[in-house]
Each structure stands twice: as structure tokens, then as C-alpha cells.
């Protein structure tokens, strides 16, 4: 009796721990399951909205702009890959990796040329060489869009990066003109919307004896939408 008593005593046991290392195991698969997918399919870049906040914190005039929104493109970041396709960091900027973020002027024109046809900007160049962004009269009866591309060593951090193009171009966006009007009251009035994007590809060079880094080349884009008051 005492011996079947121990072996009923040690059998309940075991089963014990059995069910315990089955509920362990079954947890420990679920949250593997979710870890995983979480982390499949992600896509956005999310530098728009963070590029947003950083221009509106330095911009009280920017942040007044109900009819400014600051969103991803993903035509603007297949534009900004299959400009920069095939082309490593050294083909981009000739050896000249730069930590403050800069104007693509070394980038050669046609990767200029390919981003400004896939991208479908109006005008290459968010600054019209007079100190805004749109005059407010022309091209005011249907969507505008232009955009710059600029260029930072790969080793700055995105937010730091963020930080010296808000730097760089709320006083461009506080330009921003909310209808036709503000420009000239001769002209029939549009009312105006603005999507402004950011899009960041980074770039690796080819593995040579004295440079072997990366660049990240970021466009920035602004899009005005006209309706008729």
C-alpha cells in the first residue's frame, strides 16, 4: 500500500511539472509569434511626421498652418531608390562624405534628373530663387509639386539629420501661402493645400582600401493642392 501510495504521489508529480512546461512553452510560442509578426512587412519610414514636429517646434508659423501636412510618399521613395540604383556612396558624391547635411549639388545631374522625372516634380528645387517656396500666382489652378534632395554621412543619426533640414527649411515653409490672394487680389482666388514629405535612402559604398562608409540621401518634397474659393 505504501509503495503504491509513493508511486501514485511521484506520477501526480510528474504530471505536474509536464503541464507546467507545456503552459511554459505554449507562452513562450505565442509571444515569438507576435514578435515576429510585428516586425514583418514594415515599410513606412515615418521621417515625415518626425520632420514635422522638429519644423513646427522652431516655427510657430508652421505650426499655425492648418492647410500644412507633413506625410510619407511612397512614390517619392520608389523615385528616390530607383534614382540611386545601382550607384554606390562614392558614385553619389565622389568621396566627399560630409556630417552637415548638404545641398546634392555633387550628386551627378542625372540622378538629379532621374529622382525629378520619377518623383514628377514640377520644378527641381524647393526654394524658387526668391526666397519661398511658390509665388502664389503661377501654376495656382492645379497641383504643384517640387523637391530638393540633399545628402549626410551615414554615420549622423536620422534625428540629428531631421534637426538641420527643419533648421534649414521652416523659414522656406513659413512662406506658405494659405489661398491665391495673399499674392495678388487681382486673380481669381484658390485656396491652398501642402503636403510636404521626406523620403531617406542610404547608400553603401563599394569596400576599397582607403573609404568604405555610407550616405544618406533624403528628398524633401512639397506638394500644393489648388481648389477654387
Known sequence: MKLKKIASLMLAGVMAVSMLAG???ASNGGNNGEGEGEGEGTTTTGYSVAFGEKVEKLS???KAMDYVTFADNANDQAALEDALNNAGALQILGGTVSSTVSDANDIPDAIQADFEDAAKLNRYGINNGAGNVFNGTSTINRTTKVGSVYYVDGTVSMDKALDQLAARLNGLFATL???STEDNDDVETWDFDYTISVSVVNKTSDVID???GSVNVIAVTVTRTATAD
Open 23 to 25: 503552459c511554459n512553452t
Open 60 to 62: 510657430a508659423d508652421v
Open 177 to 179: 501661402q494659405k489661398d
Open 210 to 212: 582607403w573609404y568604405n
